[in-house]
């Protein structure tokens, strides 16, 4: 499967509206995931088992019957529990990378990305060929926070750049929940920070199904509401 291009009317609306100069993007897959509602997972590359706990419990086989695709950067840790979980739950998912897009997938998550080319959608900022810098990372971070209207952090410790998705998520004026963890932990201080900064706390899949006002495997109108922002 090739590389293509995403022309400027062809990028989500909801990412439009967060990177108004974002006129190109590169993609391999099934672009017509743009069209779900995206939900994006971050946290730490220091997952924990309990980050693994919460991610197969938030990421239930109910949601591969809903119009969501869930949204993560195939970095280590989180980011490939969470594109793991949905390729074996059939929930639709999506990548999004720094750089190109085979610039910066780690040795560890190869098979994930060949997955993912299969049955998700890969994205990237860059063309093949870019070298990859060091603050592509951060732009993707907003590609991340923008393409959604709620963004989740899992684990992130105090100086994670998940917190830099979270804080990009908050300035695009979208909803944002983190799931709290052990005090002593430094994954969860990031977290818990956030939740005390007013970030919505989510601790069960029943919460995100309230969230999303999932009802009877449909996304109701609650879901559009927070589409389109408050």
């Known amino acids: 499967m090739h590389m293509q291009t995403l022309c400027a009317k062809e990028i ?42 919460v991610i197969k419990e938030l990421l239930n086989k109910e949601l591969a019957n809903c119009n969501i695709a869930i949204v993560s950067g195939l970095a280590r840790g989180v980011d ?9 739950m059939g929930i639709k998912t999506i990548a999004i990378v720094p750089g190109s897009i085979t610039s910066a997938i780690p040795k560890s998550n190869r098979e994930i990305f060949q997955e993912i080319k299969k049955e998700g959608l890969i994205l990237a900022e860059y063309p093949e060929g870019t070298t990859l810098r060091k603050e592509m990372f951060v732009l993707r971070n907003r590609l991340l926070a923008g ?40 994954v969860s201080k990031g977290c818990n920070f956030l939740a005390k900064q007013g970030a919505g706390i989510i601790t069960s899949f029943v919460d995100l199904k ?3 006002g999932i009802i009877n495997d449909q996304l109701t109108i609650k879901c559009e509401h927070l589409v389109q922002g408050k």
């Not at 993609?27 to 017509?32: E, S």
């Not at 209207?149 to 992130?156: E, H, K």
């Not at 994670?160 to 052990?182: F, H, K, Q, W």
Request: aromatic content about 8%; proline content about 5%.
């Open 12 to 53: 989500p609306p909801l990412l439009k509206e967060a990177v108004p100069n974002l006129n190109t993007l590169y993609f391999v897959g099934n672009k017509d995931l743009l069209k779900t509602v995206c939900i994006t997972f971050v946290g730490t590359r220091d997952i924990t088992k309990y980050g693994e706990f």
């Open 210 to 212: 309230n969230l999303l």
């Open 147 to 186: 393409i959604s209207p709620l963004t989740i952090v899992i684990q992130a410790g105090e100086k994670s750049g998940s917190l830099i998705t979270a804080n990009m998520a908050i300035n695009y004026n979208r909803e944002l929940c983190v799931v709290p963890g052990d005090i002593n932990r430094e």
């Open 80 to 88: 490939a529990y969470v594109h793991k979980t949905c390729l074996e």
